[in-house]
């Protein structure tokens, strides 16, 4: 079964700081990645998703993300982050394997902070 | 414009009552799911659909009911039996297969005094 593991509950930062957000994920098969943002009483939106190809992902907003299959690992990447960044951020996993459902980390609460 | 709506959005219930959460979509998505958002726990899987008239069971299904008789729509209904069901609510869907990301509606947020 898959797993992912976000390893920080809350990141705070200053505005224009570079900020990473820690996403490990386990799985037996080759998986697909995904970060989402949510703001505050609002839905889920995708920022970037790993599916092939390049290990090195653009997502929207100025995100970033690496796929690193030794590490098991998709860090979320900005070089410069804006106070309209706070937001609570997933990471989500779903397998090769059929239809497969996603699995979501515990998520990380970034702070930009003036 | 094609997406997803939960309604309602804020949802007050006593205590002992069923009640039922809405989800449609109009993105001609096969699957449909509903997620349980609490503080600090992420999001966890109550039930999902891959096809009209067929659903499973996720990690938290206990206390919850779903059907899926359309294609567009996949209501929920939390139970009397479910333990502490104040919780904000989300519904997602996606095209059915590997590789698709979801979409999610806007969220209902439970409250049961």
């Known amino acids: 079964a898959q797993s992912v593991t976000q390893l920080d509950s809350q990141v705070p930062v200053f505005e224009e700081a570079p900020v990473e957000l820690r996403c490990n994920y386990s799985?037996?098969?080759?998986?697909?990645l995904f970060w989402y943002v949510q703001y505050p009483n609002q839905g889920l939106q995708l920022l970037l998703k790993?599916?092939?190809?390049?290990?090195l992902v653009k997502g929207i907003n100025g995100f970033e993300a690496e796929f690193n299959k030794s590490q098991t690992s998709f860090h979320l990447r900005k070089p410069s982050v804006h106070i309209s960044d706070t937001a609570e951020y997933f990471c989500?996993?779903?397998?090769?394997?059929?239809?497969?459902?996603?699995?979501f980390g515990k998520g990380t609460m970034l702070l930009v902070s003036p | 414009d094609g997406g997803i709506t939960q309604s309602p959005k804020y949802l007050f219930r006593k205590e002992g009552q069923n009640v039922t959460l809405s989800c449609e979509q109009n993105?001609?998505?096969?699957?449909m799911y509903w997620y349980r958002q609490d503080p600090g726990q992420g999001l966890r899987l109550i039930y999902y659909?891959?096809?009209?008239?067929?659903?499973q069971k996720g990690d938290i299904a206990e206390g919850y009911s779903v059907s899926r008789e359309k294609k567009e729509s996949f209501p929920l209904t939390v139970t009397s039996a479910q333990k502490n069901p104040t919780a904000f609510y989300l519904c997602?869907?996606?095209?059915?297969?590997?590789?698709?990301?979801?979409?999610f509606g806007q969220g209902t947020r439970l409250t049961v005094v």
């Open positions: 659909s891959q096809i009209v008239n067929d659903f």
């Open positions: 989500a996993v779903s397998e090769d394997s059929g239809y497969s459902t996603l699995t």
């Open positions: 997602a869907s996606h095209i059915r297969g590997t590789g698709t990301e979801a979409f």
């Open positions: 790993y599916l092939s190809g390049s290990t």
């Open positions: 993105l001609n998505h096969d699957a």
């Open positions: 799985s037996s098969v080759s998986v697909y």
